[in-house]
Nanobody
């Protein structure tokens, strides 16, 4: 079955950096688009960044220029490099992919940006 396992979250000061990782199994990783979403308390889950099987990427306006999504098809892993973090980036971050039948989600990793 499809499994997505996130890691790399934690507590960081404003202006700091974190790199999230999502290891995928149960899929032919190289042909799947992958994405990162986040959900802050009391808010809806929102798309942060996505990367296609060919490597093209897109970002939410709120993170453009600060976050970078990348993938390693050998390791079946997608990354989210987060720089210049702000308190508004505090949320649970989820890894996502989908096929013709359904979407798949990881368990989430907490990112807290606070001094």
């Amino acid at each position: 079955q499809v499994q997505l396992v996130e890691s790399g979250g934690g507590l960081v000061q404003p202006g700091g950096s974190l790199r999230l990782s999502c290891a995928a199994s149960g899929i032919i990783f190289s042909i799947y688009a992958m994405a990162w979403y986040r959900q802050a308390p009391g808010k809806q889950r929102e798309l942060v960044a996505a990367i296609g099987s060919g490597g093209s990427s897109n970002y939410a306006d709120s993170v453009k220029g600060r976050f970078t999504i990348s993938r390693d098809n050998v390791k079946s892993t997608v990354y989210l490099q987060m720089n210049s973090l702000k308190p508004d980036d505090t949320a649970v971050y989820y890894c996502n992919t989908f096929d013709e039948t359904r979407a798949y989600w990881g368990q989430g990793t907490q990112v807290t940006v606070s001094s």
